[in-house]
């Protein structure tokens, strides 16, 4: 049951709803909103205290049908916004980018990772130090030297941290090195557990159970709520189904349906959501635009030597290529130019820089039209041949362009940008040929090349 408080309330009046519920032995949980209280009440037989609807300062009372009452939108129609240091998770704003390895393995591994995310504009750094791994012979995480080094980080880099916790007992000791209280999927249904982290004041990232109804994990968040911890976020990872190519199926309906549920915010996991390195990206994109609060992103400095989850876990680069992405589609915000500093070794500032890069990209254009001009020529005069690319010839020019001092880029990179020029040529070539100027074969039917003179003999007069 919902009491709803008028807009202006007296806080007298609020206290003495509250203390007519308590009496009762039933809670009551405050939620005060932008205009008016909202005082939810949990317990057997809330329907004792339904007369409270006509105290002073009582608008209505609200039946809520459903099972799960603080997590429901009804308990709290703002969205809750949980606070981890700077970062905000659920302000509608921006999308908040958790991201680091699976386990941690190393301090060097983590402290790579870290900062790398960090670079890339994560705002969260994970790192499991206690794995829920299936086989007891997996590699069980770090424990206890993975917490301090998760601290360290979060020292280094000043990023809140986020760790699995799986014991109840372990809950005060995370409590001193993490920021956000993990609840791992296999975990969604150990009430001792969520009791445990519901006694915290540090937020709680409340995973999807492999097997969960979305009333299922709502209920587990409300066995958090209810204990006392309203920093509640919730995270689908992707649930089990008959489909055997993907680690799981990722729900990614979950986001927009919850939203009408509940007021919690929202993560998606599209690296246990998916199993494999090639789905994260193309996941990530489309639950940042179904409305997801945050992602959670499994990174690695060497995927394929990870000590657990190899196959989905990105590498610096791909994880670089994803929020490239995620900027370019607005979901991310990109950082203000006045907050990036200038170059220390008198190289100019960054705004020079990019002037200097903008006519560069001018000249590159330039040269790259009239390279294209000349490959149309060079079509022209082949005339008949059919289609007739010197492929030896486009290969010896790739390897020219990246043989010898490559510059900053590797010697697959350029080879990358000559192999794009070549194929544009190529489609302008053809595409020449299709609009007559050179026929695929055969003789050039007189007067379709503009460049051609004039036919000597006049059309006749109709
Ligand atoms: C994890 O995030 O490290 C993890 C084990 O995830 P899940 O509980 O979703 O399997
Ligand atoms: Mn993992």
Not at 146 to 153: G, W
Request: charged fraction near 25%; charge should be negative.
């Amino acid at each position: 049951m919902i009491v709803v408080m008028k807009t202006g309330a007296a806080r007298e009046e609020i206290d003495e709803v509250t203390r007519t519920i308590e009496s009762h032995d039933l809670h009551a949980f405050l939620s005060a909103g932008e205009e008016r209280t909202v005082i939810g009440v949990v317990g057997s037989d809330v329907e004792r205290v339904a007369h409270v609807a006509s105290m002073p300062g009582v608008e209505q009372v609200i039946r809520v049908t459903k099972p799960y009452k603080l997590a429901s939108r009804e308990h709290h129609p703002d969205r809750t916004r949980v606070r981890v240091g700077n970062v905000e998770i659920g302000s509608g704003r921006e999308l908040v980018v958790m991201a680091g390895p699976c386990s941690v393995e190393s301090r060097e591994q983590l402290q790579r990772t870290a900062h790398w995310v960090k670079r890339e504009g994560a705002t969260v750094v994970r790192g499991g130090a206690y794995k829920p791994r299936t086989s007891p012979y997996s590699f069980q995480g770090l424990g206890l030297p993975a917490l301090e080094m998760l601290a360290e980080q979060r020292e280094q880099t000043g990023l809140p941290v986020v760790s699995e916790v799986t014991d109840p007992g372990q809950v005060e000791l995370f409590e001193r090195y993490v920021d956000i209280l993990q609840v791992g999927a296999r975990n969604m249904h150990n009430f001792v557990l969520l009791r445990a982290v519901g006694q915290s004041r540090k937020p709680v990232l409340l995973k999807r159970g492999l097997s969960a109804t979305i009333e299922e994990w709502l209920m587990a968040a409300e066995y958090v709520l209810s204990s006392g911890n309203s920093n509640v976020i919730l995270c689908e990872r992707g649930i089990r189904t008959f489909e055997p190519l993907t680690r799981n199926t990722l729900d990614i309906s979950a986001v927009p349906l919850l939203r009408e549920l509940t007021h919690l915010p929202i993560v998606i996991d599209p690296s246990h959501g998916t199993g494999q390195r090639s789905l994260v990206r193309p996941m990530a994109l489309a639950a940042a635009a179904a409305g997801a609060d945050g992602l959670i992103i499994e990174v690695h400095p060497d995927p394929p030597r990870a000590r657990s989850d190899p196959d989905q876990s990105l590498s610096f680069e791909e994880f670089g290529d994803l929020m490239d992405d995620l900027r370019r589609l607005e979901f991310l915000r990109v950082p203000g130019a006045a907050a990036e500093p200038a170059t220390a070794d008198g190289a100019g500032s960054v705004e020079e820089l990019r002037t200097r890069i903008d006519e560069v990209d001018s000249e590159i254009a330039a040269l790259l039209k009239e390279r294209t001009r000349l490959a149309l020529d060079v079509a022209r005069a082949r005339g008949t041949d059919v289609h007739g690319h010197d492929v030896a010839r486009e290969r010896e020019l790739v390897d020219r362009a990246t043989r010898g001092d490559t510059g900053a880029m590797t010697t697959e990179e350029l080879g990358i940008v000559f192999s794009a020029i070549l194929r544009a040529s190529r489609s302008a070539q053809r595409r020449q040929a299709a609009a007559g100027l050179v026929p695929s074969s055969g003789p050039r039917p007189v007067g379709t090349d503009p460049a051609a003179p004039a036919p000597a003999v006049a059309e006749p007069q109709r």
